[in-house]
Nanobody, 117 residues
Framework: QVQLVESGGGLVQAGRSLRLSCAAS????????MGWYRQPPGKQREMVAR???????TYADSVKDRFTISRDNAKTTVYLQMNSLKAEDTAVYYC???????????WGQGTQVTVSS
């Protein structure tokens, strides 16, 4: 019974940066793979970035060279550094994580990111 909570969203101008964070609420839990997904207005949820238990990262083509996913050494918190933000990055961003390989993933409640052009 673990809940993930995202933070760091907000309203920013195009070209600026934001850093999102995600961790279990209440208590400290470590995770294996972790990732970020987003759902723009009127569109389907899509993968933004993932980091495997071994540290391998994967990015959507739309955010490559602008976004960076990372985590703390204890694998309790995942971050998404978003640079050079564009209006098309506007979406609700969701955190996702698994405690161990093969386990069901856990979703956060989402945090709104709005980029004004």
């Amino acid at each position: 019974q673990v809940q993930l909570v995202e933070s760091g969203g907000g309203l920013v101008q195009a070209g600026r940066s934001l850093r999102l964070s995600c961790a279990a609420s209440g208590s400290s839990f470590s995770f294996n793979a972790m990732g970020w997904y987003r759902q723009p207005p009127g569109k389907q949820r899509e993968m933004v970035a993932r980091i495997s238990g071994g540290g391998t990262t994967t990015y959507a083509d739309s955010v490559k060279d602008r976004f960076t996913i990372s985590r703390d050494n204890a694998k309790t918190t995942v971050y998404l550094q978003m640079n050079s933000l564009k209006a098309e990055d506007t979406a609700v961003y969701y955190c996702n994580a698994v405690r161990r390989p093969g386990a069901p993933s856990i979703w956060g409640q989402g945090t709104q990111v709005t980029v004004s052009s």
